[in-house]
């Protein structure tokens, strides 16, 4: 029974690391919502040259870091402690491009490398060397687009290949789920929050309710997809709910879009772009967001707010291959 208790126990708190740890990533490529809409093409479309992607400069930052996040713990504080010190590796390798290289600076970059990371003299030079030139090879200025521009072109450091999400592996219970009482208190807030859209409400009178409402859904969005006996893990599915529901409630639109109500366009836009820049994923994980999002819908019929699903799930079902092909564009 002991030894029970404890693995139920690591696994609990293996979840909440890897939820928190996604938040946190989540929330530093987060933006607020702009004060107008800036019409652009999408991320795939911005003109990388041939072995490069276009990022936007959130993530390039993040992707510059990675080799840094193997020296800290997988926890908040950890990659708090490897993002501070990815911005002072940045930012002097920036200042190499630009040809003003300075040993004092280096020195103090070495230090910080060196107490952050708890590295020894040696390892932390060889690693600032490194990350110095890691910036020249992902950022070649000679490739870069003009400046002023809002993202970037990075080398793709590898080629994935990119598959269609097996369908397969969604086997559910066609048993409906009726609504318990938090499932009628989460539509209650998602009904508030359309009303808020649909009124023009400004974003910080109902920022509150927002983000507790996105915590809420994604433990009700998993608990309903165990109960209907999902043979792979909820949590691949119901990780993908905060940046889409970010999408719609926390992003200005040309026009109102709520959670029923979504046009072919967005649909389009949250896939190709918003996707790609406000959340990193491994390449293969994108594949997730289709189905994910179908599946939600179909919860949402579940729990009542939905009259009838079956509209959305086919602008998703068209997306779907497109964003397949875009994936493909960006990391193939």
């Known amino acids: 029974m002991a030894k029970k208790k404890k693995g139920e126990t690591d696994k ?3 979840k909440a690391r890897e939820k928190m740890k996604r938040k946190r990533v989540l929330r530093s490529v987060k933006s607020k919502p702009k004060p107008k809409v800036i019409h652009r093409p999408g991320l795939p ?3 990388a040259p041939e072995g490069f992607r276009s990022i936007s400069f959130s993530q390039a930052m993040l992707e510059y870091g990675k080799p840094l996040m193997s020296y800290v713990e997988d926890d908040e504080d950890g990659l708090d402690k490897a993002m501070q010190v990815s911005g002072l590796l940045w930012n002097y390798a920036i200042s190499v491009e630009e040809g003003n290289e300075d040993k004092k ?3 103090e970059t070495v230090k910080a490398l060196r107490k952050a990371l708890g590295l020894d003299k040696d390892e ?3 690693l600032f060397t490194k990350m110095v030139e890691r910036y020249s090879y992902l950022f070649p200025q000679d490739v870069q687009p003009e400046p002023g521009l809002p993202f ?5 450091e590898l080629r994935h290949l990119i598959r269609p999400f097996d369908y397969k592996t969604l086997v559910l219970s066609k048993e409906i789920i009726p609504p318990d009482k938090k499932d009628k208190d989460v539509i209650g807030k998602i009904r508030r929050l359309d009303g808020y859209m649909s009124d023009g409400t400004e974003y910080d009178k109902y920022e509150n309710l927002f983000f507790s409402l ?4 994604e433990d009700l969005f998993e608990k309903w997809l165990m109960a209907k006996g999902l043979k792979v893990d909820a949590r691949d599915f119901s990780s993908c709910l905060p940046i889409y529901l970010d999408f719609i409630y926390g992003y200005l639109h040309d026009e109102v879009v709520v959670l ?3 046009p072919n366009i967005y649909f389009i836009e949250f896939f190709e772009d918003f996707l790609l820049r406000k959340m990193m994923a491994e390449p293969n994980e994108y594949v997730c967001w289709p189905p994910a999002l179908k599946l939600f819908y179909q919860f949402l019929h579940e729990k009542g707010y939905l009259d009838n699903h079956g509209e959305i799930i086919e602008k998703i079902d068209r997306v779907e ?12």
């Open 12 to 14: 609990r708190r293996s």
């Open 45 to 47: 479309h911005m003109g």
């Open 105 to 107: 600076l280096e020195k």
């Open 124 to 126: 932390a030079q060889a």
């Open 152 to 156: 970037m072109f990075i080398r793709k």
């Open 214 to 217: 996105k915590d809420e859904c």
């Open 260 to 262: 029923k109500s979504v």
């Open 321 to 332: 291959p497109y964003f397949i092909e875009v994936l493909r564009k960006q990391f193939s």
